[in-house]
């Protein structure tokens, strides 16, 4: 499976941003989808997950602040950001949530100004 992100860019500190990400295979029900970032120099780290029942996962430096969800029948992830903070600046991706596979797709591009 291939995986296509979007909807990053440049947003002001305080603003929002919607990312999507589209498979290219189908994403069942069962499989725990998630979103990661990556800074310069840093390893590409999970900041939120989704699975089929349980109640979605985040990284406490977003509680509150980023929401993910799925919509299995158009193949797509979404990460939605509200409240952006400079180090929110990153590269996002999306991948399995719990076994990511080795191929990554080539991310969206988050950059907070304060």
């Known amino acids: 499976v291939q995986f296509a992100e979007s909807g990053g860019g440049l947003v002001q500190s305080g603003g929002s941003l919607r990312l999507s990400c589209a498979a290219s295979q189908t994403i069942y029900s069962s499989d725990t989808m998630g979103w990661y970032r990556q800074t310069p120099g840093l390893q590409r780290t999970l900041v939120a997950r989704?699975?089929?029942?349980?109640?979605?996962y985040y990284i406490d430096s977003v509680k509150g602040r980023f929401i993910i969800s799925r919509d299995n029948a158009k193949k797509t992830v979404y990460l939605q950001m509200n409240s952006l903070k400079s180090e929110d600046t990153a590269v996002y991706y999306c991948?399995?949530?719990?076994?990511?596979?080795?191929?990554w797709g080539q991310g969206t591009q988050v950059t907070v100004s304060s």
């Open positions: 991948n399995y949530g719990l076994s990511p596979s080795p191929y």
């Open positions: 989704i699975g089929s029942g349980d109640s979605p």
